[in-house]
């Protein structure tokens, strides 16, 4: 995919209030342009929101990030303090045959992968997707007992759907090379970054709305800037009449920037020559549980849940052991995620059903005699809430290069942003649109 860097402009019009158009304004603005935002709903955020009950924080999508130096300017620059998690945040734990597990494979399965990784080409091939490449690289253990729930904590996406390419979309196959000796080139490639002083997963003391609410305060307080809530954008040809010379940013979900480019007379040949499928989305439900007792049997980071293993959640988060403050009357919190086709058009009953049913089964794993204790639980369902990253997708991406292209040599600056293009990340997304 290729990188076309921003073009210097004095005005910035900005599509989508998430964290991607948010800092895309705070970046516009230090450089010194006015800024325009257009958020259609009636807050800012996005996916991201932190809501304070009685009982904590409820996180209503990510919980944490990965940190950078990138990151760590901006959090300077808007006079908030990165949060780092507790020693316990380091024990993550993967499930097998009802026990918790570090490695959850045996030893000559752990080998298979360790040889994958050093000697197999990693180059992934034509019709592959992340479960056959991860079978043919690492083994069928290690991708299912490790690879597949690592990776569906982060897309909670099945690996067969999932195209290699996409996910690694940062990153260089070199023809025939081991994984090991391609991320030695990669490095290499790489322009050296500065370090951040902290290193892995951070968040704020007030959750993540605090990046949201700081965001905010600095675009506002800024004269040239100004941001319109309720405000959806449908017509493209008409904004870029009415905002000629304005660089436009889209900062939208896949679905609002579909919209957006319907209808739009420059991306149609475009579109039309690519003959994309349509789009396939995951939606992902997030349960965060307060309560007197807990099913970690230790301070940890939480767990994950291969497959096939009798456990509908896809993983459990135990906030009361990641980041400090979490929790107010009750000693423990836990986030369970489900996805995929079990959570289709299923209620809030439903789910508590869910996890009741999960929790019983853990029984076993915690010092628990019982579930009838005190709780109080929050859902919060996301419809479609990211896209699957299959091919059809790394193919629109390829499309959009190519819209960007298109306009650029038209002399309108316009570019896409979000967890659509290139990683669905908190980190990558900051960082794309700062840079
Ligand atoms: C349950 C869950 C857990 C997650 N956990 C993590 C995690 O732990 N760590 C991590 O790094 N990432 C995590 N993520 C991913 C991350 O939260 C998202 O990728 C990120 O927040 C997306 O931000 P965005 O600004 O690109 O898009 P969005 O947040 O989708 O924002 C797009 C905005 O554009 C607006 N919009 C759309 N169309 C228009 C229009 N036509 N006109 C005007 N406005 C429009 C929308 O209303 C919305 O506000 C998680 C996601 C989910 C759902």
Known sequence: MNEISKSPSNKVLIIGGGVSGLVNAYSAIQSGSSVILHEKSNRLGGLIGTKLTENGYVEQAANGFLNSYFIEKLTKDLGIELLKPEKAANKRRFFRSNKLYKIPISIFQLLRA??????????????????????????????????????????????????VQLVFSKFTFHKN??????????????????????????????????????????????????????????????????????????????????????????AKDILNKFKLDSFTYQSIITVTRFGMDTIFPYPAFGILFPREEGILAKGI??????????????????????????????????????????????????????????????????KNAFPIYNKNLYNFNLCLDEIELACKVRNIPIRFYGNYRRGIGLRSLIENAMN
């Not at 990693?122 to 690879?147: C, D, H, L, Y």
């Not at 040809?237 to 007379?265: V, Y």
């Not at 059903?353 to 929050?378: A, P, V, W």
Request: proline content about 2%.
């Open 317 to 382: 988060l135990a906030n009361h052991s990641i980041f400090k403050g979490r929790v107010r009357n009750m000693p423990y919190s836990e986030t369970w995620i489900y996805s995929g086709d079990l959570i289709q058009d299923k209620n809030d009953d439903d789910i508590k059903n869910f996890l009741e049913e999960d929790r019983k089964k853990l029984l076993s794993l915690s010092k628990l005699e019982s579930l009838k204790t005190n709780s109080d639980i929050h859902i919060k369902i996301w």
């Open 114 to 163: 360790v040889i994958g990784f050093c000697f197999i080409n990693s180059e992934p091939q034509e019709n592959e997707n992340m479960e056959t490449w991860s079978q043919r690289v690492f083994g069928k253990a290690f991708t299912k007992f490790i690879v597949e729930p690592a990776i569906g904590g982060i897309y909670s996406t099945e690996l067969k759907l999932m195209y």
């Open 177 to 266: 090379r081991s994984l090991l000796r391609n991320i030695f080139l990669n490095r290499k490639n790489k322009s050296k970054s500065e370090k951040p002083k902290i290193r892995g997963l951070v968040s704020f003391k007030k959750g993540m709305q605090e990046l949201i609410d700081s965001l905010h305060s600095f675009i506002i307080k800024n004269n040239l800037a100004k941001i319109h809530l309720n405000s959806e954008i449908t017509n493209l040809n008409d904004i870029l009449k009415s905002h000629s010379g304005s660089e436009i940013r889209i900062c939208t979900s896949l679905s609002g920037t579909l919209r957006l480019l319907q209808n739009w007379d420059i």
